[in-house]
Every structure is written in structure tokens, then in C-alpha cells.
Nanobody, 115 residues
């Protein structure tokens, strides 16, 4: 059974940084596009960042210049480096692996930005 496990969330002050990880198992990780989504209470899930199998990246305007997505195919892991965090970044962050019709989700990790 395919598993995606997010980690690295927590409580951080405004202006701080966190690095999220998405570890995949039982999946041909390198051929999948990895998306990072987030969902704040009362809001819809939104796409934050994408990294393709070829390493191309894309970001939501709200995080551009602050977040960086990367991947290490030797470790079957994707990362989301989040800098200059703002209270509005508070959400549960999910990773999603996509290839054609195959689509797998992790259970999420909570990020809280508060003083």
C-alpha cells in the first residue's frame, strides 16, 4: 500500500521558518509530480507548491519568494522549505503524489504561526 507521510510541522513565530518533509513508500517516487496543499480552518484546500518529476517548480502567489519546494529521489522524499512565515500560513499541510490517474495523499502536518 502506497504511503505518504508528512512531518516537520509545529508552532513557529511570525517571521520564522519550518521545513516540511513528505516521505513516500511503495511508490515509484521519481516519476510522480509532488504537490503541496494546505487547508486552514473553514477554508478550502489550496495548492501551495508543485515539483514535477523533472524538477520544475511552481508556487501560489501567496507563497512565492518565501517557500521552496524540492525533492530527493534517492530518499523518496519531497520537502517544503517555508521562510518568513505569516499567521495566514497557519494550516494543515498535505503532500500529494500524482501520475496520470494515480493520486495519493498523506494525512497532513499542522503548521501554526503565532506569537
Amino acid at each position: 500500500q502506497v504511503q505518504l507521510v508528512e512531518s516537520g510541522g509545529g508552532l513557529v513565530q511570525p517571521g520564522g521558518s519550518l521545513r516540511l518533509s513528505c516521505a513516500a513508500s511503495r511508490i515509484g517516487f521519481s516519476v510522480y509530480t509532488i504537490d503541496w496543499y494546505r487547508q486552514a480552518p473553514g477554508n478550502e484546500r489550496e495548492l501551495v507548491a508543485t515539483i514535477t518529476s523533472g524538477g520544475s517548480t511552481n508556487y501560489a502567489d501567496s507563497v512565492k519568494g518565501r517557500f521552496t519546494v524540492s525533492r530527493d529521489n534517492t530518499k523518496n522524499t519531497a520537502y517544503l522549505q517555508m521562510n518568513n512565515l505569516k499567521p495566514e500560513d497557519t494550516a494543515v499541510y498535505y503532500c500529494n503524489a500524482v501520475r496520470f490517474t494515480m493520486n495519493y495523499w498523506g494525512k497532513g502536518t499542522l503548521v501554526t504561526v503565532s506569537s
